[in-house]
């Protein structure tokens, strides 16, 4: 219930801002590549295949400034692979699949570039954690999550953009976990990659 009333006000206040306005509107869908891992769970490397796709919609603020906003699927989590060479046999994969919800702030340079920063609320979906082929339960994630996103964009043509961007968790995706230290607290926290492809649909 909390989830949704946060995604109701969320979008009221986008829709708001755009009704207010006489700016441009534009929308599209994207989908697109991630590489995850979790800090503090022991096992450095974006090793976590996933993928995300969903919609978009922004604003055009000015010339060469935009407000942004998505609602997409998302995969993170965590992988190790053993590798026997370097005396390494854990196996252990985590996987976590979230509703994100970015509000981002971009500015266009260079005509086909945009860079990009702002902040996502991840609404957790489901988990699934398993090491050495033993199911891990009582794994505690939180319902939901901060994150940071920073991003480069890069414009094919009109209706095509290529985008980059780094996605990290703010807040801690699991209680009672002393996991490593971020913005003055302990915990685990989401470590993402994404390459992504965007299509605008309006004229």
Same mark, same amino acid.
């Given at each position: 219930?909390?989830?949704?009333?946060?995604?109701?006000?969320?979008?009221?206040?986008?829709?708001? !801002?755009?009704?207010? *306005?006489?700016?441009?509107?534009?929308?599209?869908?994207?989908?697109?590549?991630?590489? +995850?891992?979790?800090?503090?769970? *022991?096992?450095?490397?974006?090793?976590?295949?996933?993928?995300?796709?969903?919609?978009?919609?922004?604003? =055009?603020? *000015?010339?060469?400034?935009?407000?942004?906003?998505?609602?997409? #699927? !998302?995969?993170?989590?965590?992988?190790?692979?053993?590798?026997?060479k370097k005396g390494?046999? /854990? %196996?252990?994969?985590?996987?976590?699949?979230?509703? %994100? &919800?970015?509000?981002?702030?971009? #500015?266009?340079?260079?005509?086909? #570039?945009?860079? =990009?920063?702002?902040?996502?609320?991840?609404?957790?979906?489901?988990?699934? =954690? %398993?090491?050495?082929?033993?199911?891990?339960? /009582?794994?505690?994630?939180?319902?939901?999550?901060?994150?940071?996103?920073?991003?480069?964009?890069? +414009?094919?043509? %009109?209706?095509f953009t290529i985008? #980059?961007?780094?996605?990290?968790?703010?807040?801690? !995706?699991?209680?009672?976990?002393?996991?490593?230290?971020?913005?003055? +607290?302990?915990?685990?926290?989401? /470590?993402? &990659?994404?390459?992504? !492809?965007?299509?605008r649909i309006n =004229?």
């Amino acid at each position: 219930m909390k989830i949704s009333k946060l995604l109701i006000i969320t979008l009221f206040l986008f829709f708001g !801002i755009i009704a207010k *306005s006489q700016i441009i509107f534009n929308g599209g869908v994207m989908g697109g590549l991630v590489g +995850s891992q979790v800090a503090g769970d *022991s096992y450095a490397g974006y090793n976590k295949l996933g993928f995300s796709a969903g919609v978009f919609a922004n604003v =055009e603020l *000015s010339n060469n400034t935009f407000l942004q906003m998505e609602l997409s #699927f !998302i995969q993170k989590g965590s992988r190790f692979i053993p590798q026997p060479k370097k005396g390494l046999y /854990d %196996e252990y994969i985590m996987r976590l699949n979230y509703i %994100e &919800l970015p509000v981002l702030y971009q #500015f266009r340079f260079l005509d086909i #570039f945009k860079a =990009e920063f702002g902040f996502a609320g991840n609404f957790l979906l489901s988990h699934f =954690e %398993e090491k050495n082929h033993l199911k891990v339960a /009582d794994n505690l994630f939180r319902e939901m999550n901060l994150n940071f996103i920073a991003g480069l964009y890069y +414009s094919i043509d %009109e209706k095509f953009t290529i985008n #980059f961007r780094t996605n990290n968790s703010i807040t801690g !995706i699991r209680k009672n976990n002393q996991g490593v230290p971020r913005f003055g +607290s302990y915990g685990q926290y989401n /470590d993402a &990659l994404v390459l992504s !492809i965007y299509y605008r649909i309006n =004229e």
